[in-house]
T-cell receptor
Framework: ETGVTQSPTHLIKTRGQQVTLRCSSQ?????VSWYQQALGQGPQFIFQ???????GRGNFPPRFSGLQFPNYSSELNVNALELDDSALYLC?????????????FGNGTRLTVT | DQQVKQNSPSLSVQEGRISILNCDYT??????FLWYKKYPAEGPTFLIS?????DKNEDGRFTVFLNKSAKHLSLHIVPSQPGDSAVYFC??????????????FGTGTQLKVEL
């Protein structure tokens, strides 16, 4: 069973630039969620994708956008990067459903904005 | 507004003893509660969950207790082992229209199990 994989593992960008982070979901999982974890904080929900459609969004501005592909892999795009976007970005896959379908997380992408 | 709170940023326990990690929540619409463990440079790993209609769930060395009236849950690890040293996150889920399972996380508790 292949777990959730994310790329790249680390990334350094300059304020104002754009970034794309990638995620391959665990085999058999068709729902992908993205979370942002700032230093010393718990992960915060950005959005979730199911059947290539956004299916729930947290309190993040529109410059955070995403895609899900037919093979269930996903991308997170962030435009006009700000210093506060520096964080660990976690992708998680799951079966569709409510809270009894645990999320399986990747190891994350560490984004540093300078 | 922090809907899920873990007020102890760290906890130190001796090997073989019980570790008790606590979590409080404010949103009465949460219907599932989950605990995740996170090692450095890895993503969170699911440990155990509990439905809001239950008050206890046990899985091996891990037991989660839920007190709905107090809006409080706890994770008990018995016996604690050095490999349990990690950051533990409490998370909660509420039903969303259109489906989906957005998790709201606490800020985590760093558990250190000492020899």
């Amino acid at each position: 069973e292949t777990g959730v994989t994310q790329s790249p593992t680390h990334l350094i960008k300059t304020r104002g630039q754009q970034v794309t982070l990638r995620c391959s979901s665990q085999s058999g999982h068709n729902t992908v969620s993205w979370y942002q974890q700032a230093l010393g904080q718990g992960p915060q929900f950005i959005f979730q994708y199911y059947r290539e459609e956004e299916n729930g969004r947290g309190n993040f501005p529109p410059r955070f956008s995403g895609l899900q592909f037919p093979n269930y892999s996903s991308e997170l795009n962030v435009n006009a990067l700000e210093l506060d976007d520096s964080a660990l970005y976690l992708c998680a896959s799951s079966l569709p459903g409510t809270g009894n379908s645990p999320l399986h997380f990747g190891n994350g992408t560490r984004l540093t904005v300078t | 507004d922090q809907q899920v709170k873990q007020n102890s940023p760290s906890l130190s326990v001796q090997e073989g003893r019980i570790s008790i990690l606590n979590c409080d929540y404010t949103n009465s619409m949460f219907d599932y509660f989950l605990w995740y463990k996170k090692y450095p440079a890895e993503g969170p790993t699911f440990l155990i969950s509990i439905s809001s209609i239950k008050d206890k769930n046990e899985d091996g060395r891990f037991t989660v207790f839920l007190n709905k009236s107090a809006k409080h849950l706890s994770l008990h690890i018995v016996p604690s082992q050095p490999g349990d040293s990690a950051v533990y996150f409490c998370a909660a889920s509420a039903y969303q229209t259109g489906g989906g399972n957005k998790l709201t996380f606490g800020t985590g508790t760093q558990l250190k199990v000492e020899l």
